[in-house]
């Protein structure tokens, strides 16, 4: 495809991107589906594109004034990471002496704003949690893309053996830094149709969403319920776990989340799993089971942002008011599988949120009113057991914090209890 086409396919996606209506993997999914001729170098290109935009909206829009020309077109310009020269073909002598001027700006003279790329509610916020050295931190990692991390399946192999036959396919996969079962992958390279992909044998799964199941750490045996499954990431890392015996639920009120389940459910070689959708978190199979569960693992709903290198649309697409609703929610679901509990088990409250207010006030609210009925634990000491590495550096205060900047993770929290 010549490209001029290519490019202008580029400021159609950003321009649908932009709208904001609809998460940001799903609008590039949609639009490639009604693309045929595109090449995966091509695709690459749009995409990655499109994503730089997204990270680096303040900036690009900024820059974009002093332009000529439709801005989708110029954000693009700004944010292309495909070959240069492919791009330089496209560009008249106005546009090319723009771009260069744009690209010859020295960032640490601009203003905090168009350096960090976040929206004022969230930017307050962060600040608020952190000093400005860490806070400068974030925001650099949260603005680079994430690696691929790999979760190998334990119950079908090894992690050796998977790191092997992936350096014979040509991929450089080192093991993650603390979960036992990852593999860190850089770049995208495709694996949808290499053996161990095929057999089950990994999953994509960063490795902060595997150090969750980790610290749930449920036995051979156990009844363990995952309250908010979604897509079965953290349900199949359990399952494996539990070496595919006793019983494990894999419940959401998402019938279309537990849909996705399905082909990797099979390809994993777990028959212990029970998926099933609720109808909100009081749902009869709630009832039915509370008091006899012996790991609750409820990674809630959340804003998701700590996921921003991987989904940077979330940061313009979510607001206060939106995490207040999610507050409520998140308090509401924790409760609730907080009565599944038989004595002496384990409850997981977790997010892939950055924001104390769906994490430790979260957290801190649950435990003021259940201190009768549960014991906190600590999870440094809690991953140690569960063979995690430098395990002591995931604890912050007695609960899981992971951070991009620090661990190489998505942003992630946890705390536990064990019902007394």
């Known amino acids: ?138 925001c650099q990692a949260l603005l680079q893309p994430a690696p691929l991390d790999l979760r190998v399946n334990v119950l079908k192999t090894k992690r050796e053996a998977v790191q092997r036959e992936l350096a014979e396919a040509g991929i450089d996969a080192q093991p993650t830094p603390y979960s036992p079962w990852g593999l860190r992958v850089q770049g995208k390279p495709a694996l949808q149709k290499l053996g161990v992909f095929t057999r089950g044998e990994v999953e994509v799964q960063d490795e902060g969403s595997q150090l969750l199941a980790l610290l749930t750490d449920p036995k051979r045996g156990e009844m363990v319920v ?39 459910l099979a390809r994993s070689g777990l028959s212990n799993v029970h998926p099933a959708q609720l109808a909100h978190e009081r749902d009869e199979r709630v009832k039915r089971l509370a008091g006899k569960i012996d790991r609750v693992l409820v990674d809630a709903p959340c804003s998701g942002l700590g996921t921003l290198r991987r989904n940077p649309d979330l940061k313009w697409r979510q607001s206060p008011q939106a995490i207040q609703e999610l507050q409520a929610k998140q308090a509401a679901i924790l409760d609730s599988a907080a009565r599944l509990l038989k004595p002496g088990g384990r409850l997981v409250y977790a997010t892939c949120s950055p924001l104390r207010a769906e994490n430790e006030d979260v957290a801190d609210a649950f435990q003021a009113a259940q201190a009768a009925a549960f014991e906190p634990l600590a999870a440094g000491e809690l991953l140690a057991q569960a063979h995690v590495a430098q395990a002591a550096d995931l604890d912050a205060q007695g609960r899981l914090r992971l951070w991009p900047q620090r661990h190489g993770t998505d942003g992630f929290f946890a705390a536990v209890w064990r019902r007394r």
């Open 226 to 264: 995952d309250f908010c499954a979604g897509a079965g990431g953290k349900t199949l890392a359990l399952g494996a776990a539990m070496r595919n015996t006793g019983r494990l639920y894999a419940w959401d009120t998402s019938g279309h989340r537990l849909d996705a389940m399905k082909p990797r």
């Open 1 to 138: 495809m010549r490209a001029q086409a290519v490019l202008e396919l580029a400021v159609e996606l950003l321009r649908r991107l932009l709208r904001f209506d609809a998460p940001a993997d799903g609008v590039v999914s949609a639009f490639f589906r009604t693309q045929r001729g595109l090449g995966p170098r091509e695709r690459h290109a749009l995409a990655e594109t499109a994503y730089a935009v997204l990270r680096r909206r303040l900036l690009y829009q900024h820059l974009a004034q002093s332009g000529r020309g439709p801005l989708e077109r110029r954000l693009v310009l700004l944010g292309w990471q495909g070959e240069d020269s492919f791009l330089q073909g496209t560009l008249d002598a106005d546009e090319a002496a723009w771009l260069a001027r744009c690209r010859a700006i020295d960032p640490a003279t601009l203003p905090d704003k168009l350096r960090h790329n976040l929206p004022d509610w969230l930017a307050g916020a962060l600040r608020a949690e952190m000093d400005a050295e860490a806070f400068a931190a974030l």
